[in-house]
T-cell receptor, first 118, second 115 residues
Framework: EAGVAQSPRYKIIEKRQSVAFWCNPI?????LYWYQQILGQGPKLLIQ????????DSQLPKDRFSAERLKGVDSTLKIQPAKLEDSAVYLC????????????????FGPGTRLTVL | AQTVTQSQPEMSVQEAETVTLSCTYD???????LFWYKQPPSRQMILVIR??????QNATENRFSVNFQKAAKSFSLKISDSQLGDAAMYFC????????????FGQGTRLTINP
């Protein structure tokens, strides 16, 4: 079974430029997550999708970050314009079961995209 | 809101020895899951072990085991017979059993294995 795919693996941009990250979850996984991991910290959830609907985007800086999951499969996270403090690893994860089921759903993580903003 | 705290930024252990990583958390919920994840330099998060809060028995996975103290809100990871491949960042994480299933992570502990 293929894992969560992310691209690119690395990206270097100047501040005020825009950037986009792509994630393809494990086939059949209904839930998709984007986490931001700043160096030396644990990952922090930016946005969670259930199929193509947003479940939680309370920690997404909506003035510069946007995300979409068209057709409920792959997803794109965009930053426009980027700031120095956006330098981080952006992790995508997916899980199988939909919300509402009080059962354990393991989250499978992709390899992440390391963003450096100069 | 739930919080997770790892008070050991770095730990080191001799190969084949045992090491324990500490984690405390804060929540008002009674049903939840706790996890330990390993993140090697490749950056990919790998699930090491999980614990359901309703279970009194501590989880074990081969050389990895946890000490879950629900009343104290403590969740430590013990690695026995440490191997060079265990070197990585280790993150403790919390997840509610209901509603949105986001993971709340601690700050991480960098584990070094000395040959």
């Amino acid at each position: 079974e293929a894992g969560v795919a992310q691209s690119p693996r690395y990206k270097i941009i100047e501040k005020r430029q825009s950037v986009a990250f792509w994630c393809n979850p494990i086939s059949g996984h209904a839930t998709l997550y984007w986490y931001q991991q700043i160096l030396g910290q644990g990952p922090k959830l930016l946005i969670q999708f259930q199929n193509n609907g947003v479940v939680d985007d309370s920690q997404l800086p909506k003035d510069r970050f946007s995300a979409e999951r068209l057709k409920g499969v792959d997803s794109t996270l965009k930053i426009q314009p980027a700031k120095l403090e956006d330098s981080a690893v952006y992790l995508c994860a997916s899980s199988l079961s939909p919300l509402g089921l009080e059962s354990y759903n393991e989250q499978f993580f992709g390899p992440g995209t390391r963003l450096t903003v100069l | 809101a739930q919080t997770v705290t790892q008070s050991q930024p770095e730990m080191s252990v001799q190969e084949a020895e045992t090491v324990t990583l500490s984690c405390t958390y804060d929540t008002s919920e009674s049903d939840y899951y706790l996890f330990w994840y390993k993140q090697p330099p490749s950056r990919q998060m790998i699930l090491v072990i999980r614990q359901e809060a309703y279970k009194q028995q501590n989880a074990t996975e081969n050389r990895f085991s946890v000490n879950f103290q629900k009343a104290a809100k403590s969740f430590s990871l013990k690695i026995s017979d440490s191997q060079l491949g265990d070197a990585a960042m280790y993150f403790c994480a919390y997840r509610s059993a209901r509603g949105a299933q986001k993971l709340v992570f601690g700050q991480g502990t960098r584990l070094t294995i000395n040959p």
